[in-house]
Every structure is written in C-alpha cells, then in structure tokens.
C-alpha cells in the first residue's frame, strides 16, 4: 500500500536552491523504490522571503510547515542582508520556525565516513571510528531569554543585554531526548554545562542528574563546557551523546562537525514533543558559490534520509540513501571541498546524477 506524506520544502538562499533540487529527485527515486508519494509543497523563507515579502518567515509559510508531516530546509541568509535589524534578518526567520513549530531539540551526528577520512584537519589516529550525536536544547537559554536588548544607561553609555534562563520543564525535556538517545547508541551520555560559574547551569546539571534515575542503563558524565570543547579535539572518541543548551551546542556541535573534515557532509534534525520536525544540512548558504554548480548535496540527501527515519519512520527508505552517498564517495565522487588527489570532482548536479544512478542499481 502506497504511503502518502505531504513535505515542505523551504529552498532558502544561496547555494539552498541548487541542493534542494537534487535532494527532491533523490526523494522521488526512493519514493518509486518503496511505494511512497511525496506531496512537494514549496514555501518563502530568510533572504527569499524578505526580499518577496519583507519579513523572514512569512505566516503562509509557517502554516504551510504546521500542515505537513515535515519540513526539509536548505539554506538561509548571505550578505545581502547582514546589515538588516536583528529581528529582520534571515536567521530570525530560522528561529520563529522552531518556535513556531515547537521544535526544542535538535540531533546533530558527527560521523566520520571512513572514505572522507583523511579530509578531516586531525590526525587518522584521532579522528578513526568517531560517531557523535550532540542533542541541543533549541527555544531556551540565551537566544530566547529576557529581558534583551541594547539600551541606554543614565550616562548615556549603550548597554548590550541577553538573559540566559532554563525552567526546570525546559531542561527536563531536553534531558529525556538525550537519554533516549542515548539508549539507542551506546548508553553513554555527556552532559555539558558552565555550573562552576552559571546558576542557570546549576539547575541544568542538577535536573539531568536526578532525571538520570530514571535511565539506570545510561552512563551519565558533566563536562564544563571549556573543557568539553578541548576533549572534542584532543580525544572525541571518548563521546558518544552529548547534552547542553543553546548557545552551548551552537558552538559545540560545529567544532563536532569539523572533526569530519566537511561541514558540507552533515544533516540534522530539529523534532518537537509533536507535529512536524525540520531537518537541514548543518552548514550554511554559501553565498560565494551560489548559482555556479559547485555547491556539495551530500548533507542536503543525507537531511533527507533523517526525515526519512525520524519523521516518517520510513527506515529502510532512510538507510537506501545513505547506502547510495556511501556509494558515490566509495567510487571516488567528491564535490570541490571534500576533493583530494586521485578522485572524481564533480559538480551539485553530476553529485545528483551519481546519487541516482546509485539508487537505482
């Protein structure tokens, strides 16, 4: 019986067009392959939809994701528009959509692929057999806290102002998607925090020691966060899942990505308590390159076979795609920033081309 889902796709900018498109005809092969239909509906956001609308994340595009079994995004921003007000630019337009749709914690893997292996800036030694997921908590802490601003003091001095707050609730979610995680993996959970300065992080650390009660088969550990992010580069072997807040995991889970040589290889996913959840590629839009077929897909394909997995338990679907990108890296294709000597450079749409040719075999 065929299964029906209606996605959301939300190109975005820059190089956002160029990988969507090879992600929809990896979708469609795959579809063909396991009797699913995909509803394709495309919706404004970031620099598109401020410069179609004026605002970053118009209300029909919101609506359009809440009415879809989930949502697969590209890329936003570029430099067309940093020097808009804060709450103006394309990135506001990625935080209303998480807040709009509920989406507290996102699932970052750093994998290294053994075929990229040596693309990775840390010796062989270090970096072989690393397999991280990093869960951070997504519509708390400082990027959403208040009171924010820039204000004036009573001498006339400006004063720039962020308010980093976790409720016990907000901590405790987070907290059991990581557990759960865990359970799948390893069973070992790393929780990171500031608790030696921060009270907020006092809070957090006590709240996940006494939720890991509950989950007697997961190791739990606290790192600080200083020195969580020295060991991701002196030993990142030594974690499996990793738990923190927002502006924590924003900084961590990219130093994570960077152990595999490639920001331009990773997908992530960003899943609420219900509804649809959003899953994109880590890196950015890469304005530079935008428009000139030079842009890497695999991430964009891989976020594809998370939504596949995650958000419509479509796991066979899901592991044909990474078969296929393990495929094309096994027979020497590689896009400009995973070339090395020897191999096959190819461009976004001979990438998508080799994909497909994979799935079809």
């Known amino acids: ?16 067009p160029e990988i969507m498109a090879v992600a929809v005809d990896v979708l469609k092969v795959v579809g063909t392959k396991f ?47 940093d020097n808009l007000p804060s709450h103006q630019r394309p990135e506001a337009g990625l935080l209303g959509l998480r807040a709009g749709l509920g989406l507290f914690a996102n699932l970052r893997p750093a994998q290294i692929l053994p075929q990229l292996i040596d693309a990775s800036t840390l010796k062989r030694e270090v970096v072989e057999g690393v397999d991280i997921m990093v869960v951070r908590e997504l519509t708390g802490g400082i990027y959403f806290g208040k009171p924010k601003g820039i204000f004036e003091t009573e001498t006339g001095e400006k004063r720039g102002v962020n308010t980093m707050v976790y409720s016990e609730s907000e901590i405790e979610r987070i907290g059991r998607v990581a557990f759960e995680t865990a359970r799948k993996r390893s069973g070992k959970l790393c929780s990171v925090d500031k608790a030696n300065v ?17 989950y007697p088969d997961v190791e739990l550990s606290h790192l600080y966060v200083d ?7 002196r030993a990142p072997k030594q974690f499996d899942t990793i738990v923190t807040g927002n502006l924590f995991g924003d900084i961590l889970s990219d130093a994570a990505a960077m152990l595999t040589g490639s ?51 479509q796991p066979q679907a899901a592991d044909s795609i990474e078969k296929a990108v393990l495929q094309v890296l096994e027979q020497g294709d590689r896009t400009g920033d995973i070339m090395s000597p020897g191999m096959n450079l190819l461009g976004c749409q001979a990438m998508g081309k080799s994909l497909i040719q994979a799935l079809e075999k």
């Open 1 to 16: 019986m065929t299964q029906n889902y209606r996605i959301t796709l939300l190109p975005g900018d820059g190089i956002g």
């Open 35 to 81: 009797d699913i239909e995909f509803a394709f509906q495309e919706a404004l956001i970031g620099g598109a939809a401020i410069d179609a609308t004026g605002e970053p994340l118009p209300t029909a595009t919101l609506d359009t994701c809440r009415n879809s079994d989930a949502v697969l995004l590209a890329a936003i921003g570029g430099y067309k528009w």
């Open 198 to 214: 921060l009270e907020v992080s006092q809070l957090w650390r006590d709240r996940i020691t006494k939720l890991s009660a509950e």
């Open 227 to 233: 020195n969580a992010a020295m060991q991701l580069v």
């Open 263 to 313: 920001i331009g290889m990773l997908p992530s996913a960003s899943l609420g308590a219900s509804g649809p959840g959003v899953y994109e590629p880590v890196h950015g839009s890469a304005p530079d390159i935008a428009g000139q077929d030079k842009a890497n897909p695999l991430a964009q394909v891989l976020s594809a076979a998370m939504m596949l997995r995650y958000g419509l338990n």
